[in-house]
């Protein structure tokens, strides 16, 4: 809910600052004598530009009619020697630079028009092979040309342009020669005034208005516009700007300065340079914040992780600064309505994203560093169960009365290897005798201690030896072979039937199961997330049933096919979901594809609806083969989390050679407890 009113109010905020790009010329529109002058260009290049516009004139009003007036006075029937009182097509365009429009082209031919960083070359009407009076409106078809001023005059042309690859700085946004060519005296060829009769220039309104599209490198800045009225705003996107400049004004202002700078290329203005500089800052004031929450929830132990709150305030803040940064991008004249000379431009550009880059990256290592030094000491416990391996059994020698013979205390193989330092390196050829304490009858060393007995003078025997020799060869106290006792057993309760079993010494309870209820005998903490590393699936397996005897709700999910699953365990309480891509009617199965979607869905409600839960999720290894190691650890992260929050008992089995090491120690730091069994 947070999230999408953060959403709406940055959209409303953004319409607002947009709504100012909308030019407004209501006050000019509805003026009665008004001339409208329209151009637009499309140019593609990199700094050489090609392509061509559109000029359109409209004359409303008493423009219109003196217009009208003048054209019909000059060109009326001046080809066929008689006059009819009206304006025909033929009169408006005899030849290419005969009549009204083709001296209107003629001219502006001739003046070589340049206005907005660019120049023309050649015009020609809008639709070159149709009649004129399609391009030319509001002549041909007005009956009285002396009273009606409610039918405008629209001339509409096409004009071929270019750009050339020199720097332009402080150039005209309009050019005079416009208005020129559309009141030239050559139009009136028949007349020896300066201006057309009837045409009072300094009656009407001018309005001039240009859309300029360029797909290139070049960049506009530094605007200057001296007019009340003027107006200039530019889109800059990736391939190109898209420019707009409209300006209402007088004739007597015709030496209007409005203006900007053009350059074909410039890396501190170039809109593409820009838009890489915008994503790169973009991306790392989104991605740092990110990054720093993620290494301070994972200073805590999976357990506590859900106490790692966001600092929010820091994450709105840089996703409210990254939508300026794209807005100053795109919207450099956003401001105008402040200032129609306020322009964001490269320099601004650069300064603001590396700025906000840096500062936000700063701000977020500090504040996260500052709240991961201050995690209480007892949330950075995390318990982690190592099973030891299995003791042998230390026998021991009787003696009868009177012979004091004594045998020494045997070690585990481990425990041997450790206490022995590590042999020097020696050549493959070379035969190692094997070392110990002599025999003090055959003088062969003694290299397997529980074959070894002792007299009360020091003096070691190999068993074998002993019963030989019946007496010790230094002190002739005799030697007894006495078979050494048994292993110390101790009576421990079973958690599951509460049946009492003796169970020798030191031996690991996953390895004992009761005699009563043929359960483990070792006991199983709920709510907790175990890892076993184990090359067999049994141990596993035996724990999983033996929280299903505790009263758990349970669910399998395995590789094996349910059936044999259910022969091996005893799983009757136990739901079995067939971990495979195969479909099988009356086996409910999963496609081990499908990990984000269907499977941790499942996984969600059966956690929520069963309370005192437990599951055991048998294929890790396979579905890394499918998936691969990154994703599936993800997975596993998300199911931790859920088991944690539900008090659900977790089991995922993984063979010890199945997973490089480094992922092998990365996957155990996401279990509270691992049990690792490759030792024994």
Known sequence: ?????????????????????????????????????????????????????????????????DLRRAVLDAYDNMWTGGTNGSIDSQELRYSSSEGYIGELESYLETAHVEFFAGFTTSFSPLHQFEDISIDATGFTDVTNIDTDTNTPVRIFMYFNGGSSNIPYYDFRLMSEVFIEALFHPTVSTALDNNYIPYIDRDAYTYQYKHVDYRVSSGSFYNIGIDSDSGSFHVVRTPAGEVSTYSVTFQYNQL???????????SAMENPQVLFVLVFICSYIMSTMPTRMYANYKYAYPRRFRHKALKIGWLHIVSKLMILFLILFYFFPTMFAFISPNLFMGGLFMWIICIICAFTFSILAKILYDRKAANIPEDHLRTPVRKVSPRPVPQPVTRTPAGVNVTVNQPETRQRQIARQPAPAPEPQ?????????????CDKPITDFVDLLKCKCGHLYHESCAEIAKHCTNCGSALVDIEPEGPVMNDIQCPTCGEMNSVEEGTDMLKVKCAACDIIMEKLDEGYNYLIVSNEQKTAFEMFVSMLKSGCTGLSISTTFPDKLRKEHDMAQSEVVWLTDTSVADKKTINPHRLEFEMMRMYASFVKNNPKSVIILDGFEYLVVENGFDKVFKFIKKINDLSSVNNATLFVPIGNDSLEPDQLGTLKKEFDKVVDMTDD
């Open 429 to 441: 050829a070379e035969i190692v005798t094997p070392t110990g304490p002599p025999c003090k009858v």
């Open 255 to 265: 030496a209007i300065t409005d203006s900007s700078s053009y350059r074909p290329f």
């Open 1 to 65: 809910m947070r999230r999408s009113l953060v959403i709406v109010l940055a959209i409303a905020f953004t319409a607002i600052l947009c709504i100012p790009m909308i030019p407004m010329n209501a006050e000019a529109q509805s003026n009665t004598d008004l001339v409208i002058i329209k151009t637009d260009y499309q140019m593609l290049g990199f700094t050489d530009l090609h392509g061509g516009g559109h000029l359109t004139y409209e004359l409303r009003g008493n423009a219109a009619r």
